[in-house]
């Protein structure tokens, strides 16, 4: 997801250099806006490393004019932490003197806003006239905390903390669907096995199927760990957490975290089934003669997962197959517990790794099985979802 952070002057500010880094390590794009008055608090140099991008603080500088039309555009959520009671109230009056405003009211996606002032200035009617105000253009409030502020009164006006923000956001943006409150475990991506520090046995995946199957999941209201290979590519939606791995090894211990807490795992990753025996800690030299590999075998994901798994849990797998394909498919089926196992044909031009388009037969443990014409991934992804909805709730479809 893009989320736009703007930040105002308040002590508070300081926390805003957490929740920055958390939703970068959820896999989200960050775009700080900063008022004057919050750079006394944290500065931008803490907030464009943080989030890898420079922050902006003006609508025009010397360099440049900072686009808030196209900021505002850009954003799938725009969260103001801290907002402070002068940034409430500007927002609230359509002012628009600073970068941070002038988004705002370009901005047509969801708008949230962390308060943090001190006690009397929180309970003062004009705020509360301000905080009305913003509610009635559909601005979400994230409720201030209750303790001891800056100023060493006690009482409400503490910002949120930023795991308390992270979470209010993912699940606004998030309590619709028929999956709504599942939690669920995708595994994408290939898996890259080291040979020496710079050299590694891999495979063409670039995640995207299962980076499809994370946001259909998403779409349908589950919050997703997406245990995700070496890609490029990464989810949007905000509740989808990406736990980034390299090697099977990787991905199994990351499932292993997950797997038990999830309502539904779906194995989408090319993981690769051999990795050296030893891993060189310098770099290999060729010499004259010819190199044998000597390989063992990785951890089978799936087959260690489906060991563990409970009657009410939904599980299921990929099958990659270039014959004898659906009797290979329903091995797999039975070998590693699947409800379901979506047949990948790579028979079909555009279907496979790196299209954007892909053929699948989903094949039941009852035997029953569907075919489905070439489509594009996301919308695989959506017969793959339905399939895992019509198992999850049997009456509701
Ligand atoms: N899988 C896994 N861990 C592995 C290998 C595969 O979790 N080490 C999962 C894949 O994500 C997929 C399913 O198991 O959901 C089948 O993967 P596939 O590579 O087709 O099957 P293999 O069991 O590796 O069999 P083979 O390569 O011999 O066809």
């Given at each position: 997801?893009?989320?736009?952070?703007g930040?105002s002057?308040?002590?508070?500010a300081?926390?805003?250099?957490?929740?920055?880094?958390?939703?970068?390590?959820?896999?989200?794009?960050?775009q700080?806006?900063?008022?004057e008055?919050?750079?006394?608090?944290?500065?931008p140099?803490?907030?464009?490393?943080?989030?890898?991008?420079?922050v902006?603080?003006?609508v025009?500088?010397?360099?440049?004019?900072?686009?808030?039309?196209?900021?505002?555009?850009?954003?799938?959520?725009?969260?103001?932490?801290?907002?402070?009671a002068?940034?409430?109230?500007k927002?609230?009056?359509?002012?628009?003197?600073?970068i941070?405003?002038a988004?705002f009211?370009?901005?047509?996606c969801?708008?949230?806003?962390?308060?943090?002032?001190d006690?009397?200035?929180?309970k003062h009617p004009?705020?509360r006239?301000?905080?009305?105000?913003?509610?009635?253009?559909?601005?979400?409030?994230?409720?201030?905390?209750?303790?001891?502020?800056?100023?060493?009164?006690v009482g409400?006006?503490r910002?949120?903390?930023?795991?308390e923000?992270?979470a209010?956001?993912?699940?606004?943006?998030?309590?619709?669907?028929?999956?709504?409150?599942?939690?669920?475990?995708?595994?994408?991506?290939p898996t890259?096995e080291?040979?020496?520090?710079?050299?590694?046995i891999?495979?063409?995946?670039?995640?995207?199927?299962g980076?499809a199957?994370a946001?259909?999941?998403?779409?349908?209201?589950?919050?997703?760990?997406?245990?995700?290979?070496?890609?490029?590519?990464?989810?949007?939606?905000?509740?989808?957490?990406?736990?980034?791995v390299?090697?099977?090894?990787?991905?199994?211990?990351?499932?292993?975290?997950v797997?038990?807490?999830a309502d539904?795992?779906?194995?989408a990753?090319?993981?690769?089934?051999?990795?050296?025996?030893q891993?060189?800690e310098?770099?290999i030299?060729?010499?004259?003669?010819?190199?044998?590999l000597?390989?063992?075998?990785?951890?089978d994901?799936?087959a260690t997962?489906?060991?563990?798994?409970?009657?009410?849990?939904i599980f299921?797998g990929?099958?990659?197959?270039t014959d004898?394909?659906?009797n290979?498919?329903?091995?797999?089926?039975?070998?590693?517990?699947?409800?379901?196992?979506?047949?990948?044909?790579m028979?079909?031009?555009?279907?496979?790794?790196?299209?954007?388009?892909?053929?699948v037969t989903?094949?039941?443990?009852n035997?029953a099985?569907?075919?489905?014409?070439l489509?594009s991934?996301t919308?695989?992804?959506?017969?793959?979802v339905h399939?895992?909805?019509?198992?999850?709730?049997?009456?509701?479809?």
């Open positions: 997801m893009k989320i736009i952070l930040i002057g308040s002590i508070a300081y926390k805003a250099a957490y929740l920055v880094r958390l939703w970068i390590k959820q896999g989200h794009e960050v700080v806006l900063m008022t008055s919050a750079k006394a608090f944290i500065s140099l803490t907030l464009s490393t943080l989030s890898k991008r420079p902006f603080s003006e025009v500088s010397e360099e440049s004019w900072n686009n808030h039309v196209e900021l505002g555009l850009w954003a799938d959520a725009m969260v103001i932490a801290p907002a402070s002068n940034t409430l109230a927002i609230a009056n359509g002012l628009c003197d600073n941070l405003s988004v009211l370009s901005a047509r969801p708008v949230f806003v962390a308060p943090a002032m006690l009397d200035m929180w004009a705020t006239n301000n905080i009305a105000r913003l509610q009635e253009f559909g601005v979400q409030i994230i409720p201030v905390g209750h303790g001891e502020l800056a100023s060493g009164l409400d006006g910002m949120a903390e930023p795991e923000i992270a209010f956001l993912a699940q606004k943006i998030q309590s619709k669907g028929a999956l709504s409150g599942k939690k669920a475990l995708v595994t994408a991506g890259y080291a040979l020496d520090p710079v050299r590694f891999g495979n063409h995946s670039t995640g995207k199927m980076i199957i946001e259909a999941l998403a779409a349908q209201g589950a919050s997703v760990t997406l245990v995700l290979g070496p890609t490029e590519l990464r989810p949007s939606h905000p509740a989808i957490t990406v736990v980034p390299v090697s099977a090894a990787d991905m199994h211990h990351a499932c292993e975290q797997f038990h807490h539904i795992a779906v194995m990753a090319a993981v690769a089934d051999y990795k050296p025996r891993v060189s310098t770099k030299k060729k010499n004259n003669s010819e190199m044998t000597d390989l063992e075998k990785t951890v994901i799936a997962l489906g060991k563990s798994k409970r009657p009410e849990q299921v990929f099958a990659l197959e004898n394909e659906e290979h498919a329903l091995t797999k089926l039975a070998k590693k517990n699947f409800d379901f196992i979506v047949l990948n044909s028979r079909s031009p555009g279907a496979g790794f790196g299209h954007d388009t892909n053929q989903i094949l039941r443990k035997g099985h569907t075919d489905y014409p489509k991934k919308s695989v992804a959506e017969d793959i399939e895992i909805c019509s198992i999850a709730n049997p009456n509701g479809l």
